[in-house]
């Protein structure tokens, strides 16, 4: 924070928070859409680019495979070419993938967490922060139909 003529203000944000949104296929295209049109929603209002969004998975091809089977997606890259430095990390699954098990993915999740701004998930995507290991001793959220399978108190 700064002092200027007696009020607080606060230092000014960056103006490009980069954003990576990483995708287990096959992914609910609503849940991978809507975070990616909210940045971009944000960037129109303020009349600047604020995020960046990038879309990696971790499948070998960038294809990304919708869950309902009518959509598919490219994404940028795989989790391990992602350069560091990035923002905020956004975890998006599909219901079928809310039980993947990674370990080269948690193991990577484990080593980035530490230095981003914000980790978070969409949905049943906690399913995965959970199994990395990430949500341990914190609170979490994940679509009410699944909090007993994800051990969430109601």
Not at 26 to 41: H, M, N, R, W
Not at 92 to 121: M, Q, Y
Not at 126 to 139: M, P, T
Request: proline share 5%; charged share 20%.
């Amino acid at each position: 924070m700064a002092l200027g003529n007696g009020n607080l203000r606060r230092k000014a944000a960056p103006s490009n928070r980069r954003v990576v949104v990483l995708v287990v296929p096959p992914v609910d295209e609503f849940d991978l859409v809507c975070p990616i049109q909210v940045f971009s929603a944000a960037n129109r209002l303020a009349g600047k680019s604020i995020y960046s969004v990038e879309i990696a998975t971790n499948r070998k091809k960038l294809k990304v495979q919708g869950e309902g089977g009518l959509l598919s997606f490219l994404a940028q890259t795989h989790y391990k070419g992602l350069k560091r430095g990035f923002d905020s990390l956004l975890l998006v699954c599909g219901l079928g993938t809310r039980n993947v098990r990674h370990p080269a993915l948690f193991a990577w999740l484990r080593r980035v967490a530490p230095s981003v701004r914000r980790l978070g998930s969409v949905c049943v995507g906690s399913f995965l922060l959970a199994e990395a290991g990430l949500l341990n001793g914190k609170r979490a959220t994940s679509h009410w139909r699944f909090s007993k399978e994800l051990d969430i108190p109601q």
